[in-house]
């Protein structure tokens, strides 16, 4: 009888070890299943966050006075086994739920969030609070005796934070990488269900039946999985947006990451869908968008180096528009591309011809990459473009960045910064330009005109030399013939596009300490939803 009860007692142990394994591996999953629909801001992770801990709260309070009215191993398996079968099926509610989210909430102020947390307690909700119930039961099950009732219960809960450890870490590490965001929600459930059946062999034989139900419904979930050879989590398009074709699409550990084709023009999109972060079409030597006014940047300098051999570093490349604009435009420079996504490099090799030679692609955070360059290195022109909204990193907008970048940077170098913006809020281009003057005395503001309700960028420059625009009109005036005609007649009208920007002394600079990007990117992000007229393109 006591070999019995301490054989009981390991498996309780291994029961809340699992248990806390899957809770978080679900919270992981389910931010990467909301990643291509809402983009993964703080918002959206305030939202996931807030709602399972809720659902945990309601959990460990039902649990306990369950467990008290019912301390025994079968009820509380079933549990177990339903809270995987829950979970196994989360991908499958998960499109429909998601549209009517994104559909009816997304139109409010606090939509995003709303949306958010509508989803997720829709999704998450009954597995989670089953789950949550698992514990306190335990606890009530395990205890022996109430002069031991703390060393139990503190036990207990240390077990299921290891278990938590795990569950956050293999998402990340080895589930979603390897078998995308619905294989990893069934082979949680999977866990769950099998978790419950090892403790059959402690229960009433009836609960074999009841395991056995379990596992021929997953059984049936992971061949219909299989079967379908489809692990999207995004597969429909949205409506109203242009269409597009589907080309390929892939769950990196960092991205949801979508190829689609319009017109001949592909697409590089990422999570939620809102940006295009690369563009490439075959017969075309510019883009038309953002990227060609990158190709602007060393003729703001007072003595321009020579683009063919200038040393250009792009921090933020992606699929390499921009290095391939700069190379078909200018010769084979020699071009380094840090970007911190290396399956987005491998989508640029395949599907953007981002097989150019003279192209060194660098799969790493680029504000880690340079400070770990040797002084020697040094660049004539560094071309941020790291700032798609929703997704920019706060540890690229700082003074400490741009000092670092600056200490990489020739004495005649210029610095250019995608910035992004609404037609009528500046306040992002606004931060960049009061914290780029901190650290050089000239700052230029090049814009992109953009159609109404659209989304658009703006170029930050700066640089060491204090010169005006005129440099510039007379260097854009004298480019040199052999260049592309179709550049040399956007060159000259991009002129017009260009002014001396003045910081704004009320404003402080931005710095590693304090940077409110998620505040500007929200406002951005809402101005931008209920002021939109304009078709889109495809999002999905």
């Known amino acids: 009888m006591g070999d019995r009860v301490l054989t009981v007692r390991a498996y309780l142990y291994l029961l809340v070890f699992g248990v806390g394994a899957g809770v978080l591996a679900i919270e992981l999953a389910a931010a990467r299943l909301l990643d291509p629909w809402f983009g993964n801001s703080q918002i959206v992770w305030a939202a996931l966050i807030s709602l399972v801990l809720a659902c945990l709260a309601l959990g460990a309070w039902i649990g306990g006075r369950v467990g008290d009215r019912s301390p025994s191993l079968l009820p509380l ?100 990488p390897s078998y995308g965001t619905r294989r990893t929600f069934l082979l949680i459930g999977l866990w769950l269900v099998l978790l419950a059946l090892c403790g059959s062999p402690w229960v009433a034989r009836r609960q074999h039946a009841t395991g056995l139900a379990g596992v021929l419904v997953m059984t049936a979930l992971l061949g219909f999985d299989v079967l379908s050879g489809s692990t999207s989590i995004r597969p429909g398009p949205v409506a109203g ?8 699409e892939e769950e990196s550990r960092y991205n949801y990451i979508a190829v689609r084709e319009a017109g001949g023009e592909r697409w590089l999109k990422l999570n939620e869908g809102n940006g295009i972060h690369s563009v490439w079409h075959p017969d075309r030597i510019l883009s038309h968008g953002i990227w060609d006014y990158f190709l602007l940047a060393p003729w703001f300098s007072a003595s321009p180096p020579d683009p063919a051999t200038a040393r250009v570093l792009v921090i ?165 013939e052999h260049l592309p005609g179709e550049f040399r007649a956007f060159a000259a009208t991009a002129v017009a596009q260009v002014r001396v920007e003045i910081p704004d002394l009320a404003m402080k600079p931005w710095t590693d300490d304090k940077a409110p990007i998620e505040r500007i990117v929200h406002r951005i992000v809402w101005n931008w939803l209920v002021t939109a007229g304009e078709p889109v393109p495809d999002a999905s």
């Open 77 to 176: 398996l079933a549990v177990v086994m339903v809270s995987g079968v829950a979970t196994a099926v989360i991908p499958v509610m998960a499109q429909p739920v998601l549209q009517l989210a994104i559909r009816d909430l997304l139109e409010l102020e606090a939509g995003l969030l709303l949306a958010a947390m509508l989803a997720v307690a829709i999704l998450l909700t009954f597995p989670l609070v089953l789950l949550g119930a698992v514990t306190p039961w335990v606890v009530r099950i395990a205890l022996s005796s109430v002069d031991t009732g703390g060393r139990t219960a503190g036990s207990l809960y240390a077990v299921g934070t290891v278990g938590s450890i795990l569950g956050t870490l293999a998402p990340v590490l080895w589930l979603v």
């Open 241 to 248: 947006s242009v269409p597009s074709r589907l080309l390929h």
């Open 316 to 480: 933020g490349l992606a699929a390499g528009t921009v290095s391939s604009l700069w190379t078909d435009v200018y010769g084979p420079a020699p071009i380094t591309g840090v970007e911190l996504d290396p399956a987005i490099l491998e989508v640029g090799r395949e599907w953007f011809a981002m097989d150019r030679p003279n192209i060194t692609a660098v799969a790493a955070d680029g504000r880690q990459w340079l400070s770990r360059q040797d002084p020697s290195e040094v660049w004539d022109v560094v071309l941020v473009d790291a700032y798609r909204v929703p997704y920019i990193p706060f540890h690229l907008t700082t003074v400490e960045w741009f000092e670092l970048v600056d200490e990489h940077l020739a004495a005649n170098g210029v610095v250019a910064v995608n910035v992004g913006r609404t037609e009528t809020d500046l306040s992002l281009v606004e931060a960049m330009v009061t914290t780029m003057s901190d650290v050089w005395p000239r700052v230029f503001v090049l814009e992109e005109p953009v159609p109404e309700g659209v989304l658009g960028n703006v170029l930050v420059i700066g640089m060491r030399e204090q010169i005006g625009i005129e440099a510039f009109a007379d260097n854009v005036t004298g480019l040199p």
